[in-house]
């Protein structure tokens, strides 16, 4: 949850934000990174003490904030030259910076290189050019082997499970013993051991702790041809409670009364039976709540048990007949997103197929990237105003000339009627919403995104776009 309470405090603020930077404004708040980063390190400390933490730079970068992250004593996982950039210039030594990704640049691969970064390699021939930039520069790249192919199940929502069969990540596990055998033909190459990042929003410990038996099983045989094994990656994807438990079941059942609680009768993750019946009980996809959230997921996942060659191990006992090797995670979405919020106005109120209200914004789904990406259990309220005798449900739809911009495809529950002008506050947006999506579609202003410290400081990371930002004439 927000760490800050959506009352007058918030009702204040906001409207100062409003008249400095506009709206729609992003807002994130450092004391909140700060605890979920200290929750993480906390697990590690309670539970394996050669755990490390690598935030995931995609979910939200900026140098301000990337310097909390290196006060938390955590690394970075950057994908891009810039990511890079704002990692090393928050003071996060180049040798805790993870570089990561499918589509590396080569001036990427001969940074990383060259300042001793921790290359995750994406595909054997990413090895490849890795060799021949190590061996130009006369070095030996540390390098970790990223594995996908992983049979999970629906554990997540198809657009982001990343570590399945069919994937764009990764080496093919059915592919890795081939490269295993083969590692003497990159001799400028350090291997350090595997890296696995199966998805975003996974709820259940199962999935990680399946793929964590098998990184060790491939971890024994790399360090039985290499000597050691001293790393292993089990990348991010540690869940966010956008609903609490109440709030997840009420959705599910009213998704299966079909009572037009979902935009034109969609039902959500929800599938009808043979028998057409739906059950709320069970759901495919992305889910909205998990009974491990964040650092609790990896709290989970150390005292849950894995197979290791046939073996059920508890996952301590697993990585101990590796030799304890430094586990690390790659926390993005767990670290930012319950710590930032959204703040947008009310254009207009109006009916919807006759009978659903309907409240457009002055945003769309380029301000709110969760919305196309993974449907959306966010928390909507409005400021201001005392609370009438019956809630006010209604969809929430966007701005943009096309019928996808629609920001919730469930209702939400306001506590009045809302009038134009008013201003609308979304939570747990912290990660992605803000720049995951940004564009001027239609010719609008990418909006502002600041962080905001627990004393009302303020660092801007991106100021709202003016006309000539636009237009290059």
Not at 42 to 53: E, L
Not at 144 to 160: K, N, P, Y
Not at 208 to 227: H, Q
Not at 300 to 313: D, S
């Amino acid at each position: 949850m927000t760490p800050v309470d959506l009352d007058g405090t918030l009702a204040h603020s906001a409207q100062g934000w409003r008249e400095a930077y506009g709206l729609p404004l992003h807002v994130t708040f450092l004391p909140a990174v700060r605890d979920n980063l200290r929750a993480f390190a906390q697990v590690f400390r309670d539970a394996y003490p050669r755990g490390s933490i690598r935030y995931a730079v995609k979910a939200s970068g900026h140098p301000a904030l990337l310097a909390a992250v290196a006060q938390g004593g955590a690394g970075a996982d950057a994908a891009s030259p810039f990511e890079v950039r704002c990692a090393l210039r928050a003071g996060i030594p180049p040798q805790a910076v993870n570089v990561n990704g499918n589509g590396k640049e080569d001036s990427l691969i001969r940074e990383a290189v060259a300042r001793d970064m921790l290359l995750v390699a994406d595909s054997s021939e990413e090895l490849g050019q890795a060799e021949a930039v190590a061996r130009s520069l006369g070095r030996q790249a540390r390098v970790l082997l990223r594995l996908s192919g992983f049979v999970l199940g629906e554990v997540t929502g198809a657009r982001i499970l990343t570590g399945g069969t069919w994937s764009k990540f990764g080496i093919p596990i059915d592919e890795i013993q081939g490269l295993l055998e083969n590692l003497a033909a990159f001799p400028s190459l350090r291997f350090q051991g595997l890296h696995a990042h199966i998805g975003s929003q996974l709820t259940r410990p199962e999935p990680y702790l399946a793929v964590l038996g098998r990184m060790v099983e491939l971890g024994l045989e790399l360090k039985a041809r290499t000597g050691s094994c001293p790393i292993l990656n089990l990348g991010g994807g540690f869940p966010v409670n956008y609903l609490d438990g109440p709030a997840w079941d009420a959705l599910r059942r009213r998704l299966a009364a079909r009572d037009g609680f979902g935009w034109n009768g969609t039902t959500g993750g929800l599938r009808a039976g043979a028998d057409g019946v739906l059950d709320a009980s069970r759901w495919h996809g992305t889910a909205f709540h998990s009974p491990w959230p964040k650092a609790e997921m990896l709290r989970a996942v150390l005292q849950g048990r894995v197979r290791v060659e046939g073996r059920a191990l508890g996952a301590r006992e697993a990585l101990a007949s590796l030799g304890e090797p430094e586990l690390m995670v790659e926390p993005g979405r767990s670290i930012v997103e319950d710590a930032g919020i959204t703040l947008c106005t009310v254009v207009q109120v109006r009916r919807a197929a006759t009978v659903h209200n309907l409240v457009t914004v002055d945003m769309g789904v380029t301000s709110h990237a969760d919305a196309l990406l993974e449907g959306g259990g966010n928390r909507w309220q409005l400021l201001g105003g005392a609370a009438e005798s019956e809630p006010f449900e209604t969809f929430i739809a966007g701005n943009l000339c096309f019928s996808g911009d629609l920001l919730t495809p469930f209702k939400t529950s306001l506590h009045r009627r809302p009038r134009r002008g008013d201003t609308l506050v979304l939570r747990d947006t912290g990660a992605y919403s803000g720049h995951f999506l940004a564009s001027n579609a239609n010719a609008f202003p990418r909006p502002a995104r600041i962080l905001v410290e627990g004393d009302g400081g303020i660092t801007v990371m991106k100021l709202r776009d003016r006309f000539q930002d636009l237009f290059s004439q």
